[in-house]
């Protein structure tokens, strides 16, 4: 009996021992858990994490309170930086992910230095955001604060969501102001707030109080009663130190701004009856308008100065430009594509754009570059275009839109002297004076009047190396250095043509020479009169073939009853040109000469050959 006592014993204690086993937590894993199995007291007492027998980390059993470096948490997660560590950044929570990595400087931190400051650090290139229901807080990289926007486009961007629900009893939710910044404390009832209507921004004192806006130096002021004032206190609806004030809405000065104890100042002003508005300036002074790089002054005479304060004209401009163009979505400027500048002496409702315009075409009509235009008024005067032209190539078009050449004239032009350098073209051309055409520093060949009783009534001539003055009747022939001679063809009023060859004055002629009438037509060589008769001295021709050959032994005379018989036959020599032949064809000089010379050599041959029949005869 004692036997099997000891055996139920043995047993008993085996199956409390394992399943006392079995409710241990294995560091190694655990497997087949209940859900009374968990990691904890069941004493009342805290549950304490250690490391290196140091107190880590703490959860009570009073409450869900854990404490990571404090034994004694005051809230759900309380973190507590041990002070015993020497450094300088206090490191409390650090959140990181596999995409921003594990290091200290990686992810979204918090800590605190030692004079007690706590940051929260995005340490990546990225948003920090503090999320509501319909919206919150984002710290954008670059350190914009948006409220409302996950864009902050400013340092603070204060941003209306539609998707906040108006008040239920409000009909229509876009008649109600949205409130984005709201400022009041326990002696204040509405405050200060900044309200979004719309589209509009209203800064709102809520208070019967003042608002006061202060700066280093300057302040503004908005008193309870409506006034504004800068740098003072309020003593007018708009007032600027004691020298800008608005009077009223409907007085004649708006606005007048002026020094303490001065009479007039500077006035902004309206007439009552329109809708004019007036900025005069009231003292025999001077109006700037300023900018960082310069600006505008309106001087007390009225002339307008950019970049000078002593304007001389209507509009003074000191190292600037002026400039007039168009945007691509305007159509046209009023009476121009591109805008021009007017000219008019007298403009009025009859004549508003005056007389003259010039404007700059981009291929408008065809054309590129400067137009000088007329333009049309209702009173008048005509409306033209392309008097002038300034092309983008440089030529220059007078009555033409398109030039092309460097000066292209559609119609006639008139000089009293002109140097062309490259070719002239021109339908016609009336010149008074003389033309010149020079090649550098050549002699030039001279066109002009020859009128005068000097010249055998002339009227004009071409000279060669000789330019005439139809003024007084004089003639200058350069020099080359060595040689000062020339020539002059002129013609007379009754027809006749003249030339004129004149000789260097000298030998190693260094200088020009100069002439007179008179000279010129003494050295006449040659006259066309316009009968037609051609006056000279003499005519040397040369020509070849001279007819010696006709003395020649084989030269083979014709029979005299040859000779007979072509004579009987044409009515001329052999070899003669008929008259009608000479009529109409004329003859040529030096051929006829030579052919004249032959039949008077054949004539020497006949007559010697008569001589020497007779003389036979009169041996006989």
Request: glycine share 12%.
């Amino acid at each position: 009996m004692k036997k099997i006592n000891l055996l139920i014993f043995l047993a008993s204690l085996y199956f409390v021992v394992g399943a006392q086993q079995a409710s241990f937590w294995e560091l190694s894993g655990n497997a087949n858990t209940a859900g009374k199995c968990f990691l904890g007291t069941t004493d009342g007492a805290p549950l304490i994490f250690n490391t290196n027998n140091i107190e880590r980390m703490r959860l009570l059993s009073a409450g869900p309170f854990l404490g990571i470096g404090t034994s004694n948490p005051q809230a759900t997660l309380h973190l507590h930086f041990d002070s015993k560590e020497n450094t300088q950044i206090k490191r409390m929570l650090q959140l990181t992910t596999p995409t921003t990595g594990s290091n200290f400087n990686n992810g979204f931190g918090i800590y605190y230095n030692p004079e007690k400051d706590i940051f929260l650090k995005q340490y990546e290139e990225a948003k920090l955001s503090l999320e509501g229901f319909v919206g919150g807080l984002t710290i954008a990289p670059n350190g914009f604060v948006g409220i409302g926007t996950d864009d902050p486009r400013a340092s603070l961007h204060l941003y209306y969501q539609p998707t906040i629900l108006p008040p239920k009893d409000v009909d229509d939710p876009k008649m109600v102001p949205l409130t984005l910044l709201r400022i009041n404390g326990p002696t204040m009832g509405n405050g200060f707030f900044i309200n979004t209507f719309g589209k509009n921004i209203d800064f709102i004192q809520g208070e019967q109080a003042d608002l006061n806006i202060f700066g280093a130096k300057s302040s503004i002021h908005f008193s309870n009663n409506g006034y504004v004032s800068i740098n003072v206190a309020q003593q007018a609806s708009f007032y600027v130190n004691g020298s800008s004030r608005t009077e009223g809405l409907f007085s004649s000065h708006s606005v007048n701004i002026k020094r303490t104890n001065q009479v007039g100042g500077f006035d902004i002003s309206y007439k009552n009856n329109n809708s004019d508005v007036f900025l005069q300036q009231i003292e025999q002074g001077s109006i700037h308008i300023k900018g960082p790089g310069g600006g505008l002054m309106i001087a007390p005479n009225g002339n307008i100065g950019f970049g000078t304060t002593i304007p001389k004209q209507k509009l003074h401009i000191i190292d600037g430009n002026i400039l007039i163009s168009k945007t691509s979505a305007k159509t046209v400027a009023p009476g121009s594509p591109n805008g021009s500048i007017l000219f008019g002496a007298d403009i009025n409702d009859n004549f508003p754009m005056g007389k003259w315009g010039i404007e700059y075409l981009n291929g408008e009509d065809n054309c590129f570059g400067l137009n000088f235009w007329r333009p049309w008024n209702p009173g008048g005067g005509g409306w033209g275009n392309y008097y002038l032209v300034l092309a983008d190539n440089g030529n220059v078009g007078i009555g033409k839109k398109n030039p092309e050449a460097l000066l292209d004239v559609n119609g006639s032009f008139r000089t009293k002297s002109a140097v062309i350098n490259g070719s002239l073209t021109a339908q016609s051309a009336t010149v008074t004076g003389n033309i010149s055409i020079r090649e550098g520093n050549n002699f030039c060949l001279s066109l002009g009047s020859a009128e005068g009783q000097n010249l055998a009534w002339g009227s004009s001539y071409i000279g060669f190396n000789a330019k005439r003055n139809h003024t007084t009747g004089s003639w200058t022939l350069e020099s080359d250095g060595a040689n000062n001679g020339g020539a002059v063809i002129w013609s007379s009023v009754c027809g006749a043509i003249n030339f004129a060859s004149i000789p260097r004055s000298a030998n190693n002629s260094t200088n020009s020479q100069t002439l007179t009438d008179a000279n010129i037509k003494g050295n006449i060589k040659l006259q066309l009169h316009s009968n037609g008769v051609l006056k000279t001295k003499g005519v040397q021709v040369t020509l070849a073939n001279w007819p010696d050959y006709v003395f020649a032994d084989d030269y083979k005379l014709m029979p005299l009853h040859e000779v007979r018989q072509y004579i009987k036959e044409n009515s001329r020599l052999p070899n003669i040109p008929s008259a009608q032949e000479v009529e109409e064809e004329g003859v040529e000089l030096g051929e006829m000469q030579s052919k004249l010379l032959l039949k008077i050599e054949e004539l020497t041959l006949y007559i010697l050959d008569l001589q020497n029949q007779i003389d036979e005869l009169k041996t006989r």
